[in-house]
């Protein structure tokens, strides 16, 4: 069974015989080109841009209109040819301008990436922040507990080592 695009991406075929094998194979480069390290201007637009420059793109929001109609979640690139669209795959990770971090596609929506700018995120709740001022080691006291001494001392010496706080 021969196959006229392949499976992931729908990249064109070239066939022993086939006639202007050259517009497949500018079609499957141009695919390329949207996917391989991928970026997005935003993944919030609905309307296509009026006036977008050659090669750039964006994550179609859903209810798409005017020539992004039943694109919702496709990537959309602005060609010499007009809008290209490819649908997202599995495991599809694109970097998003606008919200300066990578987003990535579960097989039915866009999901922000884990890193961002202002920390570690998991399932959507920031787990890991901007570092923090420096704590400083336990001393004094009215009383000393030596087990606690050691237990916080080597707790603040963990969170140093991370560089969650300031040493």
């Known amino acids: 069974m021969t196959l006229e695009a392949t499976l992931r991406w729908a990249l064109p075929q070239l066939f022993a015989g086939q006639a202007q094998k050259e517009i497949f194979h500018n079609e499957a480069l141009a695919r390329i080109d949207m996917l391989l390290h991928g970026a997005a201007e935003s993944v919030d637009v609905a309307v296509p841009p009026p006036s977008p420059s050659l090669g750039t793109c964006w994550i179609v929001a859903s209810g798409g209109i005017d020539d992004w109609d039943g694109q919702d979640g496709a990537l ?4 010499e040819g007009g809008w290209r669209f490819v649908a997202p ?7 998003v301008k606008d919200r300066a971090h990578v987003m990535r596609y ?19 709740q ?9 704590i400083a080691d336990p001393v004094g006291g009215a009383s000393v507990d030596a087990e606690a001494r050691t237990a916080i001392t080597a707790l603040l010496g963990v969170l140093r080592t991370h560089g969650l706080i300031d040493p």
């Open 76 to 79: 959309a690139c602005w060609t």
């Open 126 to 134: 920031r787990v890991i922040g901007p570092r923090a001022g420096a």
């Open 89 to 95: 795959q599995v495991g599809l990770t694109l970097w």
């Open 106 to 124: 579960d097989g039915a929506v866009w999901h922000d990436g884990m890193v961002r700018g202002d920390g570690l995120y998991v399932d959507d």
